[in-house]
Structures are given as structure tokens and as C-alpha cells.
């Protein structure tokens, strides 16, 4: 079984794979049918975000005479996911993937949520925002990857999955999100993006004009590498609790999508090892594995595998 899942990896362009690399790097060992499901959500998921942070990047807020028509695209998008029983040529490709993979629509309600607070806010006053936020932002896009990866197929279509799936997605989901808001900083900020909390940054004597200057000039201060050991040992419980919730949900899911959920987890710890709160700078350059360095990740990760 590892010979097929290593013919399947040298087939993957490392190089060429930008959005939502990881998630789609582990479901690229799923069947073909699911492969196009995550493609599918995570396209429409992706293209409200962009639609977002891209103005954002360059107007750094959203002016109040725009926020309407934002907020009236998101309730559109949403909409469309909706009407699932009457597919049109705009939102057929959406509709049919959600009523085909029976997939719920409490993950796409709370994804829209986020995105309505991203077009109302700059940046999050608390960790505890910050961490509501990522229900919508990671955890949903997240219980679809874990929904998908726990169907069980027969001759009637897709059956949805026996084990809570929102519990389960969500040690891996903040693990990974905290893990990219660290490893996107430098990139974050060249785009007038901040997911930092203000209140752990006061803590820390830190500035948005600080982060700004930071990110710029390619080095932090240590005020900054004591907010990242506070928010490193944070994800470290989700990396831990992720652990455990394989464990729980392994006997229910079929072995490449056990092998998917190990891949996904492993290409966020690879970032988590990268962090140096001793002397890192955390630009784009330290902290992003090479496409070289994450295939190999990927081929260990199927030796290692164990059914």
C-alpha cells in the first residue's frame, strides 16, 4: 500500500501547489471523488478570504461605504451554499458537492461569520476574539477536511461520518492556525494584515507600528519572541491534544485518510519545529520549509505509515 501512496506523492508539483497548500497536499491520497470535494469548498472558501484581505492589503481598512457590499457578497456566497435542492449555472458546482458528500452547513455559517467580523474589524483586541474567530476561519474549513475523510461510502452515496467531527477538527485546526499566523507574520504585515492580539502584544510592550517596522526590516525584537513563546506554548496543547483525537477517531476512518490526516499534521509540526524563540527573526525565509523539504516530510511520513 506505501508503493501506491509514494507513486501518488511523485506525482504531486510541490512547486505549484499555493493555496491552502497543505490541505490539499494530504487530500491528494484521498479517491479522486473526494479530492474534487475539498477542491471545490475550499476554492469558494478561498475566494471570499482573498476577496477580503487583497483590499485590505491595500487600503488597509474596508471604508464604511464599502463594508455593505462586502457583507452583501458573504450573504450571497452563503446563500448559494443554501440552496442546495435548486443548483443554477452560477452555484451548481457548489451545491452538488454539499448535497453529494452530505456535507453540513454549519462549517460554511461559521466561515461566513468570521468573514463578516474580518470586514467589520482590523486585527483583535484579545486572544479570546482571536480565538472565536478561528471557529469560522480554521476550525470549519477544517471539519469539512475531517468530514470528507470520515464518509463511509456504499452503493446509496456517502453516509456522514460516526464520530463528532467539529471535536475532532478543531485540536488540529488551532494547532495549524496558530502555526500559520507565527510562520505568515513578515507576510502578514507587507499586507497590512495583523492576527496578533492586542492584548498579548501590550503584554509584550509591542506595537502595531513595531510589528509593521519589524516585518520590513527582517528582525524582531525579544519583546516579540516572548509573545511567540507564549502563543507556541498555546498551540503546543492543541499539538498535543491533536495526538489523541487520531488515536480516537483512527479505527473509523478508512487507512488514506488516516494516512492524510498524519500528512496534514506533519507539514504543520515542520513549521512548529522551525520557530527559534532564542534568536529567530521569523521572516518568510526562516520559518517556510522549501517544496524539497516538504515532499520529504510527505515520502516520511507514508514510510512511517502504519495501517
Sequence with gaps: MN?????????????????????????????EDRYRAARTCYKYMRTIDDMIDCHKSVHRVIADHDKQQFRDTVKAWITMAYNTTNSTQDNHELAETIRNFRIPLWPLEAFADSMMFDIDHTGFRTLVEFMRYSEGASVAPASIFVHLSGLTKSSEGYAPPSFDVKAAATPCAMFSYLVHVIRDFQKDQQNNLNYFAGDKMARYGL?????????????????????????????????????????????????????????????????????????????????????????????????????
Design 207 to 307: 506595537t502595531s507600528g513595531d510589528l509593521s517596522t519589524m516585518a520590513r526590516n527582517g528582525k524582531v525584537s525579544e519583546g516579540f519572541r516572548n509573545m511567540i513563546r507564549e502563543y507556541m506554548i498555546v498551540a503546543d496543547g492543541y499539538r498535543q491534544a491533536t495526538y489523541k483525537v487520531i488515536q480516537d477517531i483512527w479505527p473509523m476512518l478508512e487507512p488514506r485518510y488516516r494516512l492524510s490526516l498524519k500528512i496534514i499534521f506533519n507539514l504543520y509540526l515542520m513549521v512548529f519545529e522551525r520557530f527559534d524563540t532564542t534568536q529567530g527573526n521569523f521572516n518568510m525565509e526562516e520559518v517556510n520549509p522549501t517544496p524539497a523539504e516538504i515532499r520529504e516530510r510527505v515520502r516520511k511520513t507514508i514510510i512511517d505509515f502504519r495501517k
Design 3 to 31: 508503493e501506491q501512496y509514494l507513486s501518488i506523492l511523485n506525482n504531486i508539483d510541490f512547486t505549484r501547489v499555493i493555496d491552502h497548500p497543505n490541505i490539499l497536499i494530504a487530500a491528494a491520497f484521498w479517491d
